[in-house]
T-cell receptor, first 114, second 113 residues
Framework: KAGVTQTPRYLIKTRGQQVTLSCSPI?????VSWYQQTPGQGLQFLFEYFSETQRNKGNFPGRFSGRQFSNSRSEMNVSTLELGDSALYLCASSLGDRITDTQYFGPGTRLTVL | KQEVTQIPAALSVPEGENLVLNCSFT??????LQWFRQDPGKGLTSLLL?????REQTSGRLNASLDKSSGRSTLYIAASQPGDSATYLCAVRRVGGSYIPTFGRGTSLIVHP
């Protein structure tokens, strides 16, 4: 069974630009969550999508948005990039059963904002 | 608000040692606790998931225990190997927290030959 895939793996952007990251979950998984990981803040939850609906949202500004498609693939968009958005962005997929769920993470997208 | 602390922040041990990593959380009303490992610059790999009703889970050389009343979990690694070198993170899902996980900052483990 293929794991979670994320594209692109590396990205360099400049301040003010926008970026779209993609995540393909494990086949059969309906939940996709996004996280931001930085040395200063650690791993922080961005949002979760389940069956094309945003089910949870972390404490990030509105510049961070996402969506999920009918095949469970998800995209995350960051508009008006800031230097502080440089981070490893991770997505994780799961079946969506919250009580017994195990999350499976992708390799991440390393975003550098110059 | 849930806070998760992992001690120690870093650990360096010789190969073959048994070791214990600690994870503590402030709110004991949790759904579950999950342990992950992360290799440098890569994603997280799930190791063990303990439900709130469980006391421990085992997988190979790994054993994770959960004591909700004291807000603690430990990850025991038996007979450590250089391949165990990684950062180990725990994540807790709090009841009433919209099921959003709170992660600790991790323990960076180096096992030297």
């Amino acid at each position: 069974k293929a794991g979670v895939t994320q594209t692109p793996r590396y990205l360099i952007k400049t301040r003010g630009q926008q970026v779209t990251l993609s995540c393909s979950p494990i086949s059969g998984h309906r939940s996709v969550s996004w996280y931001q990981q930085t040395p200063g803040q650690g791993l922080q939850f961005l949002f979760e999508y389940f069956s094309e609906t945003q089910r949870n949202k972390g404490n990030f500004p509105g510049r961070f948005s996402g969506r999920q498609f009918s095949n469970s693939r998800s995209e995350m968009n960051v508009s008006t990039l800031e230097l502080g958005d440089s981070a490893l962005y991770l997505c994780a997929s799961s079946l969506g059963d919250r009580i017994t769920d195990t999350q499976y993470f992708g390799p991440g997208t390393r975003l550098t904002v110059l | 608000k849930q806070e998760v602390t992992q001690i120690p922040a870093a650990l360096s041990v010789p190969e073959g040692e048994n070791l214990v990593l600690n994870c503590s959380f402030t709110d004991s009303a949790i759904y579950n606790l999950q342990w992950f490992r992360q290799d440098p610059g890569k994603g997280l790999t799930s190791l063990l998931l303990i439900q709130s009703s469980q006391r421990e889970q085992t997988s190979g050389r790994l054993n994770a225990s959960l004591d909700k009343s004291s807000g603690r979990s430990t990850l025991y690694i038996a007979a450590s190997q250089p391949g165990d070198s990684a950062t180990y993170l725990c994540a807790v899902r709090r009841v009433g927290g919209s099921y959003i996980p709170t992660f600790g900052r991790g323990t960076s483990l180096i096992v030297h030959p």
